[in-house]
């Protein structure tokens, strides 16, 4: 089964940080843009970051803007997400997804066609 997997996710306190990790299972996603989304409790699934396939381009949610960077390994075909300074709001589970039929980094949930399970991130204040 293709889709891609991610790690790292865990419990922190406020102010501390987390390195997601996302790694394919079953292909290779080392050619694709890729994103970052996360779905807290009774929410609706928001855009965290994106990257395109180069790396040379970024976008980021307002709301986390100068505390995650998101970043790849093309090598290793792996993306991560630094989180620094992190709030009880950052609390969700986060899911990392490849954009398998376009070249540039997009915001949009239904440009992407593989998505993980998610990993879980809980900030305690």
């Known amino acids: 089964q293709v889709q891609p997997v991610e790690s790292g996710g865990g419990l922190v306190q406020a102010g501390g940080s987390l390195t997601l990790s996302c790694a394919p299972s079953?292909?290779?996603?080392?050619?694709?843009?890729m994103g970052w989304f996360r779905q807290a409790p009774g929410k609706e699934r928001e855009f965290v970051a994106a990257?395109?396939?180069?790396?040379?381009?970024?976008y980021y949610a307002g709301s986390v803007k100068g505390r995650f960077t998101i970043s790849r390994d093309k090598a290793k075909s792996t993306v991560y997400l630094r989180m620094n300074s992190l709030k009880p709001e950052d609390t969700a589970v986060y899911y990392c997804?490849?954009?398998?039929?376009?070249?540039?980094?997009?915001?949009?949930?239904?440009?992407?066609?593989?998505w993980g399970q998610g990993t879980q991130v809980t900030v305690s204040s």
């Open positions: 997804a490849a954009a398998s039929t376009i070249v540039s980094a997009t915001t949009t949930p239904s440009e992407y066609d593989y």
């Open positions: 990257i395109s396939w180069s790396g040379g381009t970024t």
């Open positions: 079953g292909r290779t996603f080392r050619n694709y843009p």
